[in-house]
């Protein structure tokens, strides 16, 4: 039994959005300017307090006044119960201990819907299969994803997203939800490929930003994005995933989002590692989490376990992780064995 059961039922008035990061914040805000009653998780006792006080974001989405349909909780488990959807917010990381730190009242009627971009690395699991996991297979599950930074869906500038599930109920169900004149929201049911295109395309927002930092221009930058979407779709097919949803919204409209854009945290990481900084002291200085750092490992290892080519992917992860240097990484990727292109977009699929 799920919460959202037919195409007729009306949206749920009550949602739980866990995570007040900037994409949280700007969720829980087009869902409270939509009407719906919002209740945001905030982890950070000193900005719940600020929210409350100031309806502002001041950590994470700054300048934004805040739907007063929202309120602020420091406590999860009071902030879902009654919810009929709760969206996950929280880093990729921490994903499965929050979710197991969940209790509503009736499980059985929530549906989870992910708004977090990456794999568990221990697990090699994208949040689907956490969620399986944690909750049970039968749960009703959704994932959001698409081109869509958290400023401009908050100052209601138009973003289109999709939205995937195995039910095709709870898929129009969520995409009602969220629908609104700013904000247009297509259906699939590739739940893979969905959740690989909003993971993936962080790994290559970090190796755009490297070239921007080593001073390079959009000759290589055009041919990074559409060789590492041939790896997003590589391995994306061979998980299963259609490459028709990661040619679209979630694919390729998120991969170009990231990789031109200094809205990127992990653009701008990687940025910063090509003009020569040191990734610890890159990471001391952020507040918000760069997805695309552990999804580049994740994605490693996951890669070698399916014996998947990604070269793209190689090369960040060992600037990254083996302290390889920027200019390493470039010269290893363009003297690379001579190929044909379909013949190399296509192999191992």
Known sequence: MTAIKTDQTPAPSRVAVIGAGSWGTALAHHLGCLGHDVRLWVFEPELLEILQRQ???TFFL????????????????????DAAVVVMAVPSHVFRQVLGSLYPHDPTQVTVVSATKGIETDTLLTMEGVVREVWGPEHAYAVLSGPSFALEVA???????????????????IQRLFFSPSFRVYTTYDVTGVELGGA???????ATGILEGLGLGA?????????????????????GANPMTLAGL???????????SVQSRNFRVGRRLGAGEQLPAILASMKMVAEGIK??????????????EMPIVEQVYRILYEEQSPQQAVRALMTRALKDEIDAMTERW
Not at 155 to 173: E, G, N, Y
Request: net charge positive; charged share 20%.
């Open 295 to 308: 999804t580049t490992a994740a994605t490693h290892f996951l890669a070698k376990k399916l014996g998947v």
């Open 55 to 57: 309806r502002e974001n």
């Open 155 to 173: 100052q209601a500038q138009p973003t289109v997203v999709t939205v995937a599930s195995r039910q095709r109920d709870v898929a129009k169900a």
């Open 62 to 81: 700054p300048g934004i006044k805040l739907s007063p349909n929202i309120s602020y909780w420091d406590d999860k488990n009071l902030a879902v119960q």
């Open 219 to 239: 000759n290589p930058r055009a041919a990074l994005i559409t060789r590492g979407l041939a790896e997003i779709i590589r391995l994306g097919t061979r998980l």
């Open 250 to 260: 979630a694919g390729l409209g998120d991969l170009v989002l990231t990789c031109t």
């Open 200 to 206: 993936l395309k962080n790994i290559m927002a970090l």
